[in-house]
């Protein structure tokens, strides 16, 4: 079993974490369709190729709520793939999806949730969710399916180049009908220090009461993947008791004060509750997080030991927007040769949930592991 760090050592990755989550620094790279409280672009994730461009991938969201179903509004409505030739500075869109060009057979689309993409040596690969009709819940439970919801599942489609992907099939890789985990949503990847490349993704009952995180290993292609571990990364106590769902898992540079450590940092989301509740006139007034309003945690673990993960985050949230809700969620850590780059959707004054960005340098990162 890995042994959790001293206080110091810790003391260091918050630090570290604080300041490449930095809500004032940050910058705004993509803008939602509308700004306006429900609209939102992100949950994906950034990746680099090998001629140095960045790609980047993510879901346009705007209104629609699932509790009166989503014919109330559009929802998540495109995934867009973004190319960047200067290092983030400006983006171009390049590909674009519809909900129904992520149909599977008969299962259509109703709302296109989170993404992942990755370069591999074949070429290129996409992880991708959305909400379907024409599965239903178990048997027993088929009446707690809501009039004009789905289900979700995540499918991957594979192409040898980037254009190829809106040609490719997407095949369903990740799909449950037990009713603990029945939603499966907003994939991520993870490649530990050493072996099997994980697929992260989150989990929700089919009474939507709580987010969870589960994984499963990919072996060798993207459509083959291990059994999936539910409980690896159990709901917070305080903060983060209604949703712990990963986002990014993060090896830490073994310089410094870690120069004899294997650590990686996870950031996730969490909040207190799934619903924006009423709060007593005169208690302290705080961002809570709630299903869309999430707040931000870092954790870590040792040595790739999933089976221990340790909160750096225990009683309040590490990252809180200081506009509009305190939303912040969904960072993503692209690492390059000369620096990490964060992006993440952050709340704004009018309630709009744009991706913004931030950079350390590895001079910078040294300097907080020293």
Known sequence: MSKRLNPSLEAKLIALGQALIDQQAARVIVEPQRREAGCWFGGGNMVQAAD?????????????????????????????????????????????FTKADLNVGTREV?????????????????????????IGYP?????????????WTIEALSASDLASLREATATTVLQTDDPQFIHVKDPFLFEPHH??????????????????????????QPTNLSASHFSFFPRGTTWDVAMTRGTAIIPVPAVGAFVDQRISLIFYDGGECLRNLDEHAAAV??????????????????????????RLSTTEPMFVSPYGTGCSRYVDVLTTETRWVATWQQSQDDRSQPLVMHQLSY????????
């Open 285 to 310: 007034r705080r961002p809570r997080g709630y299903s869309c309003e999430e707040l931000g945690g870092l954790a870590y673990t040792v040595d790739d030991d999933l089976n221990h993960i340790y």
């Open 139 to 151: 048997n027993g439970l088929e009446t707690f399916l809501k009039p004009g919801t789905g289900v």
């Open 110 to 134: 109703l709302s296109i949730e989170g993404s992942a993409l990755r370069w591999n040596a074949s070429g290129i690969e996409l992880f991708v969710s959305t909400e379907k009709t024409n």
């Open 363 to 370: 001079d910078q990162i040294h300097q907080f592991l020293a």
């Open 195 to 220: 072996g099997t490349p994980y697929v992260l993704y989150c989990t929700h009952p089919f009474s939507w009461s709580s987010s969870n995180t589960a994984y499963a290993l990919q072996h060798d």
């Open 52 to 96: 140095g461009t960045w790609y980047l991938v993510g879901r346009y969201r705007n209104h629609g709520d699932s509790r009166t179903g989503l014919s109330a509004g559009e929802r998540g409505f495109e995934l867009a793939i973004f190319a960047s030739h200067d290092q983030g500075q400006t983006w171009e869109k390049q590909l674009a």
